[in-house]
Structures are given as structure tokens and as C-alpha cells.
């Protein structure tokens, strides 16, 4: 789920097929998660955004498990009514 890389902190998460090429392209260089904090990965994220120090970001096609790798450049945790969520921004 986490991997490490250099004193970089690199969360991963997947994606489907039809939306990774416009993730790779940077076309669209963001994903929004429904946030469940038992999940380390939101664990890692909310511990960048409280030291402003973040890491990347890697998102794997869920059918060909092909994967890239980005910086984050931004994190937001947001309420909707009673959904909490998250926006990470990668650097194109």
C-alpha cells in the first residue's frame, strides 16, 4: 500500500482503465477518496499535510497493473454532509 523511497513517502492507490490514461497524461492530475482512517494510506496523508511535507503519489490501472509515479503538490480533507474525503493533487 506504502512504499518508501528515498525519505519519500509514496501512497498507491488504483484506478480503472478508462480514467489512467488522462491520470497519466495529466489531464486529470488529481483522485478523490472517500477517507476511512483505519486505511494507512489516509494515516500517511494526514501526516503530510500536519508536517507540510509531501511525498508522491502512485496510481496503478486496476486491469493491466501498469503504474506511474508523481509528486503530490497538494492534500485536502474535506466534509460533504456525512462523507469525509480527500483530494491529492499530483505535479504533471
Known sequence: MCESKSNKKYVKFKTVAGIYPKERAGIKNNTVRLVDMN????????????????????????????????????ICFFRILYLDLCIITWRV
Open 39 to 74: 486505511d494507512e494510506r489516509f494515516k500517511i496523508l494526514k501526516e503530510m499535510v500536519d508536517n507540510k511535507k509531501l511525498g508522491g503519489i502512485i496510481i496503478e490501472n486496476k486491469e493491466t497493473h501498469m503504474k506511474f509515479r508523481r509528486d503530490i503538490i497538494d
